[in-house]
């Protein structure tokens, strides 16, 4: 009787020893260690976002990511990293433009959105949205209310529109004045200016509402509603949150590049 007692405690330690790791985890998905010069933030990747996953979980092994820059920062907002340029960067350098030769489609999920902490990647505008090879960012966003809340909302509804104005066939041709205009800053915006005044009337695509769970998350932990489906999440930072707001405080100067580095100092699969 008394080895079937402690064979059963043994039996219920070790399942309260398992419940306890796996609800600090989830087995199922990768979990990343990013050490910094600030700590180490741990980052669970998203399988709902499977190219986004796998593209990520392939550069880290290849260690691109070691020894790179958060080389924008902006407070209330996020910190953005992965420039390959940045890696032997001089102080003062401007970056942000570096990237691999390719890109990964868009995988927008309703239910993966930018609350504090939230991995995403960073993009240029796009007819598919695709997002940038290597570059990502980690939000720290701010609390809103439901005003503001309303405000994310329209904001995500004129990139919503512009994008699908765009993606009009009868829009091909300004679409592709507007690409080869991008070396000439003035021709540039003058047709942006002018696509933006045109997206005022369109309204032919489906306006998105920042859900009630979602905005309930926004007004507690907070984060950045307006990049809600227009820049792909694949995961979230799980522990060193207060990393984040760490580095978000670091002075800039007029290109939100830290004037003291913020390194990278090596990312790791766990």
């Given at each position: 009787?008394?080895?079937?007692?402690?064979?059963?405690?043994?039996?219920?330690?070790?399942?309260?020893?398992?419940?306890?790791?796996?609800?600090?985890?989830?087995?199922?998905?990768?979990?990343?260690?990013?050490?910094?010069n600030?700590?180490?933030?741990?980052?669970?990747?998203?399988?709902?976002?499977?190219?986004?996953?796998?593209?990520?979980?392939?550069?880290?092994?290849?260690?691109?990511?070691?020894?790179?820059?958060?080389?924008?920062?902006?407070?209330?907002?996020?910190?953005q990293?992965?420039?390959?340029?940045?890696?032997?960067?001089k102080?003062?350098?401007?970056?942000?433009?570096?990237?691999?030769?390719?890109?990964?489609?868009?995988?927008?999920?309703?239910?993966?959105?930018?609350?504090?902490?939230?991995?995403?990647?960073?993009?240029?505008?796009?007819?598919?949205?695709?997002?940038?090879a290597?570059?990502?960012?980690?939000?720290?966003?701010?609390?809103?209310?439901?005003?503001?809340?309303?405000?994310?909302?329209?904001?995500?509804?004129?990139?919503?529109?512009?994008?699908y104005?765009?993606?009009?066939?009868?829009?091909?041709?300004?679409?592709t004045?507007?690409?080869?205009?991008?070396?000439?800053?003035?021709?540039?915006?003058?047709?942006?200016?002018?696509?933006?005044?045109?997206?005022?009337?369109?309204?032919?695509?489906?306006?998105?509402?920042?859900?009630?769970?979602?905005?309930?998350?926004?007004?507690?932990?907070?984060?950045?509603?307006?990049?809600?489906?227009?820049?792909?999440?694949?995961?979230?930072?799980?522990?060193?949150?207060?990393?984040?707001?760490?580095?978000?405080?670091?002075?800039?100067?007029?290109?939100?590049?830290?004037?003291?580095?913020?390194?990278?100092?090596?990312?790791?699969?766990?």
């Amino acid at each position: 009787m008394m080895k079937t007692n402690i064979r059963i405690a043994i039996t219920i330690l070790v399942c309260l020893f398992l419940l306890s790791y796996s609800s600090k985890y989830d087995q199922d998905k990768t979990i990343v260690e990013m050490t910094t010069n600030y700590g180490t933030m741990v980052i669970e990747l998203h399988n709902e976002t499977p190219l986004h996953r796998d593209n990520f979980i392939k550069l880290v092994n290849d260690k691109a990511y070691d020894s790179l820059l958060f080389h924008r920062v902006i407070e209330t907002f996020m910190i953005q990293g992965g420039d390959p340029d940045s890696k032997n960067a001089k102080l003062g350098d401007f970056l942000g433009e570096g990237d691999l030769e390719y890109s990964v489609n868009a995988e927008f999920k309703p239910d993966l959105f930018h609350k504090k902490g939230a991995l995403s990647t960073a993009r240029v505008e796009s007819l598919g949205r695709v997002s940038s090879a290597m570059q990502f960012f980690i939000v720290q966003g701010k609390v809103y209310n439901d005003s503001l809340l309303e405000v994310a909302d329209s904001r995500i509804n004129k990139m919503l529109a512009r994008h699908y104005f765009l993606n009009q066939p009868e829009n091909e041709a300004l679409w592709t004045a507007f690409k080869k205009a991008e070396d000439d800053e003035n021709q540039f915006m003058i047709l942006n200016d002018s696509i933006n005044n045109m997206v005022k009337y369109f309204t032919d695509f489906k306006t998105y509402r920042i859900p009630q769970t979602q905005r309930e998350v926004y007004k507690t932990i907070g984060g950045t509603p307006h990049l809600d489906q227009n820049y792909t999440v694949f995961g979230q930072v799980i522990e060193g949150l207060d990393i984040i707001d760490s580095m978000a405080k670091v002075k800039t100067d007029k290109w939100d590049r830290p004037v003291k580095n913020v390194i990278i100092k090596s990312v790791r699969i766990r």
